[in-house]
């Protein structure tokens, strides 16, 4: 803890010498709405904190996005309303709440993630509907523009007005920002999205992986289809997928290898895993005195995230009977009907400070649906966890977490009461959990420069440049065939046969002068013998 | 400059800030004699100011190397003299000069960079000799090990003593530091060392690289066979040159990408190229003098670096003669028989103080052999080159200065007096090779924390954290066959072609049933049409 209030400081020092780096920049921001734009938020106000002009252009109606202080916020109109939106994304997480058999639980989530994708996306045709926006962005001198790839309407905004870009991510479909930025993604030991397996796989989830890949190509195609087609009108050009990403000058991937598995990555990828952690503060009186009164137990803190604050009924009264079974006190941020059968150790609450609560020393454990801006929370803080993943990346998530022996996953469609109170009385009290989130937690910590700080950094090195040109590898000029050197292969195995095939009939060759010769110097012996 | 001084400033407060980081640690240096001491050392220098207790062992007879008040050294005794040292460096450098014709020139200085190896790596065999020594290091409890891994000799005393070990470099032959770390080294746009291509080849040039790439395979292996039978012997085990290199925490590598070329890495490698552009020092009076009085054409700082100080007379002469015809002042770092043909405007002198020559803004070009400290000063201090090279790493290093347009470079067993003072007006007189390299200098400098702080911050993690398995990729756990999932796609392709024999035996089994009823129902019906 001190060696982090050490760096901070000492990144603000850092930060606050260079005057000259925050001068006149002008940002651009095109965010992505839900808990994509939680981090984001934070790069745009210690951007805005350094001086700089971020501006950032949202859709009228939104989830997480609105008018603020502290940055200059500008909408524009969209043709969806807010129960549309919510809606969309409500049967989007009921259907992995179904339990429908394979291959309709995959097809039905696969159809509804488009759904919500493509309201998602209509904002972006609200963007250059608005000629009050177009006309604004147009004489506005912006040095660059910071957008999540995942909605690609930053993207295209950016090749629209020729920006430099910077994408913020954590995941992405397809692992499109290996394939845009010419990063080797092995199959072997690279685990594909949604698989579920580790970094050390079994021959069948190897199969199973490279199998994924392949499905891969085509996954992503279909789910951006409109969006490309829509980004093709805008441009005036046929645009790819890949054309749009990959001439992004930095990524800012919220990566850390102490969650992340190892593997092959590229010099223009930055990794700003745990940007979310910021330093805590301290609890209100009302959370002070609940933690307080929690005694030598300690609580447990439960979240199921941002998008997800209700579940059904009969889930909750499972969820909380098993709650009820441990000392500790649970704070669960909760919003739907109250369970009749709510024991006294349980408190629901609207809302909860989740980063300064887990950062507390009472706090035993964390519940969380195993999104990355918990998981990286839990890992700053060194907070073992149960996982309760439901969509996107979460399952993934939490198999990392279990590799790391720093927690337990269950399965929400079929968990028990006991499984639930099993993992939690497992992750409190088995030492290991603990002991192995600690070291992932020091490990994580200890780091030359906070990632918000490296984020500012590259954001910033972008408009002083204009871009990172000298980030780009050679690889994006050579199309599949030379870039796997098939060609060159080709030329060398010709080489080599017709090398063969010329030997060859040159050892004939002799071969036959040899034999005529001695065929025709052995027959006058034979007759003279006889 | 300011950026700089501010950035300098912040990271030494920083450092400052971290006592505990500091507390206790005890480091184990295995050096590597000559120009890849000068970088290191640095390093070594810092973690000492840091506190911790840094041992350099070193063998007594040594060019660069030597007994300092900066941090403690231990020298054990070896079995060569340093004539013979100079001796067997001579005659590689007098390989490279001789121009003797294509293979006999590859194989020569082959053999001889054999030779120079095997007696550098002799010292290795004196250390495991000197009981005293293995005393020492058995009875010391180090936390970690920093070595070159050009001369094996650390990594195996690493594995020796079981310490977790970084490794430090610049250049390594046959790629080895890709293929110990697992990472992707595509041979269709990623040069391979002595081919002197850049990140941009034609067909013919791939073909080259690919040929290159092959021939790497065989090349290490003869390289550094003795140093390997020796480190089998001394470890009690087969170990082969990849066991020895792949178990390395971190790989501190001196790149830059304005430097070098943009490919794929790992994550467990950092940069830290332009770690030995330390903040520029008043000159001495006699050097001040000398810049002063160059007037407004100001100076040209020649050197051949640390390791070569004199060449053959006639090509002397033929660099007097050049040097001679510019207005600038040449200050020529030169220990050989001074040339009949000196002219005023050439001050020959035993030593320069190089990176602050680079920095005075009098300063208009650079004469250099193209070794990799030399090149980051220029680049750090923004001054044009005219290189060179030698051996080594210097003609690929010459390579990718020229493609950024930085500088140019000379054939230096071809060059004449004409080409050596045409390319030295050009890079002075042609602004736009200032240009690119204040570019390049810009770029360089505009990051987030120095390269020595960051090399600092990976050296005391690794001895904090007793090594970074974090940051190992699960690759190391695959075989060749497994890493490129030949297994999988064979597979695949067998389950492929066993479904094709399946269904067109399926089809062939009803085709067939149907043809046997048809013949069978058609014969009566036939028989009772006749």
């Given at each position: ?5 050490c760096?901070?400081?000492a990144?603000?020092?850092f930060?606050?010498?260079?005057p ?7 940002l651009?921001?095109?965010p ?6 939680l ?6 106000e ?9 501006v950032?252009?949202?859709p009228e109606v ?6 603020t202080?502290?940055y ?5 109109p969209v043709s969806?309303?807010l129960?549309?939106?919510d809606?969309a994304?409500h049967q989007?997480v ?7 058999p394979?291959?309709?639980n995959?097809l039905t989530?696969y159809n509804n993630?488009?759904a919500?994708f ?5 904002h ?6 608005s000629?009050?926006m177009?006309?604004?962005l147009?004489?506005?001198d912006?040095?660059?523009?910071l957008?999540?790839p ?6 295209t905004?950016a090749n ?15 692992g499109?920002h290996?394939t845009?930025?010419q990063?080797?993604?092995?199959v072997?030991?690279v685990?594909r ?5 580790s ?7 190897r ?5 994924v890949?392949f499905l891969?190509?085509?996954?992503c195609n279909?789910?951006?289809?409109d969006?490309?087609k829509?980004s093709?009108?805008?441009?005036q050009r046929?645009?790819?997928?890949l054309?749009l990403?990959s001439?992004?000058s930095?990524w ?13 990555v590229m010099p223009?990828m ?5 940007i ?5 503060k301290?609890?209100s009186k009302?959370?002070e005195?609940i933690?307080?009164a929690?005694g030598?137990?300690?609580i447990?803190v439960?979240s ?8 059904p009924m009969k889930?909750?009264i499972?969820i909380?009977?098993?709650?009820g079974?441990?000392?500790q006190?649970v704070?669960w ?7 009749s059968?709510l ?18 020393p009472k706090?035993r454990?964390?519940i969380?649906h195993?999104?990355?801006?918990g998981v ?6 060194a907070v073992?966890?149960?996982l ?11 198999k990392?977490?279990?590799?790391r022996?720093?927690?337990?996953t269950?399965?929400i469609?079929e ?10 009385r497992?992750?409190i009290n088995d030492?290991?959990y603990k ?15 906070h990632?918000?700080d ?7 090195f972008?408009?002083?440049?204009k871009?990172?040109?000298?980030l780009r ?11 796997h050197?098939?060609d060159?292969f080709?030329?060398?195995l010709a080489v080599?046969l017709?090398s063969m095939f010329?030997s060859?009939?040159c050892?004939?060759f002799?071969f ?11 027959k006058?012996?034979k007759s003279k013998?006889?």
């Amino acid at each position: 803890m001190t060696f982090w209030l050490c760096s901070q400081l000492a990144a603000w020092i850092f930060l606050l010498l260079i005057p000259g780096l925050s001068d006149g920049g002008k940002l651009l921001v095109v965010p992505m709405d839900g808990s994509h734009w939680l981090s984001m938020r934070q790069v745009v106000e210690k951007l805005t904190e350094r001086g700089h002009e971020v501006v950032v252009i949202i859709p009228e109606v939104s989830w997480q996005m609105g008018v603020t202080q502290a940055y200059t916020v500008k909408a524009y109109p969209v043709s969806y309303t807010l129960e549309e939106l919510d809606g969309a994304f409500h049967q989007y997480v009921l259907s992995h709440l179904k339990g429908l058999p394979f291959p309709q639980n995959v097809l039905t989530q696969y159809n509804n993630s488009i759904a919500v994708f493509n309201i998602f996306f209509s904002h972006c045709k609200g963007l250059f509907s608005s000629k009050e926006m177009m006309q604004y962005l147009n004489q506005s001198d912006f040095d660059a523009l910071l957008t999540d790839p995942v909605s690609i309407c930053g993207a295209t905004v950016a090749n629209y007005f020729s920006l430099p870009f910077i994408f913020f991510m954590r995941g992405f479909p397809c692992g499109l920002h290996y394939t845009a930025t010419q990063c080797p993604n092995p199959v072997s030991y690279v685990p594909r999205l949604f698989t579920f397996n580790s970094d050390r796989m079994t021959f069948f989830q190897r199969v199973e992986n490279a199998l994924v890949a392949f499905l891969e190509l085509w996954y992503c195609n279909g789910f951006y289809e409109d969006a490309i087609k829509f980004s093709s009108e805008v441009l005036q050009r046929d645009v790819s997928l890949l054309d749009l990403l990959s001439s992004a000058s930095i990524w800012l991937l919220r990566f850390d290898y102490v969650f992340e598995y190892v593997r092959p990555v590229m010099p223009n990828m930055i990794f700003v895993g745990g940007i979310n952690c910021v330093q805590k503060k301290p609890l209100s009186k009302e959370f002070e005195a609940i933690v307080n009164a929690s005694g030598e137990h300690g609580i447990v803190v439960f979240s199921l995230g941002s998008m997800v604050s209700e579940i059904p009924m009969k889930k909750a009264i499972e969820i909380t009977e098993a709650l009820g079974s441990v000392p500790q006190t649970v704070l669960w941020r909760y919003t739907g009907q109250v369970p009749s059968n709510l024991p006294n150790n349980v408190k629901l609450v609207k809302w909860l400070p989740q980063n300064d609560l887990l950062a507390h020393p009472k706090t035993r454990a964390f519940i969380t649906h195993g999104g990355s801006h918990g998981v990286y929370e839990a890992i700053c803080n060194a907070v073992p966890m149960v996982l309760m993943p439901l969509f996107g990346d979460q399952m993934d998530n939490a198999k990392r977490v279990e590799t790391r022996g720093a927690g337990l996953t269950l399965n929400i469609l079929e968990m028990t009461s006991k499984d639930i109170s099993d993992a939690l009385r497992a992750v409190i009290n088995d030492k290991k959990y603990k002991e192995n989130i600690k070291r992932l937690s020091e490990l994580h910590l200890d780091r030359p420069i906070h990632p918000l700080d490296l984020a500012v950094h590259w954001v910033e090195f972008v408009m002083r440049h204009k871009g990172a040109p000298h980030l780009r590898p050679a690889a994006h000029e050579l199309n599949w065939i030379q870039y796997h050197s098939l060609d060159v292969f080709a030329f060398l195995l010709a080489v080599v046969l017709l090398s063969m095939f010329i030997s060859l009939e040159c050892c004939l060759f002799c071969f036959r002068r040899c034999f005529h010769k001695k065929g025709r110097t052995s027959k006058p012996t034979k007759s003279k013998s006889h």
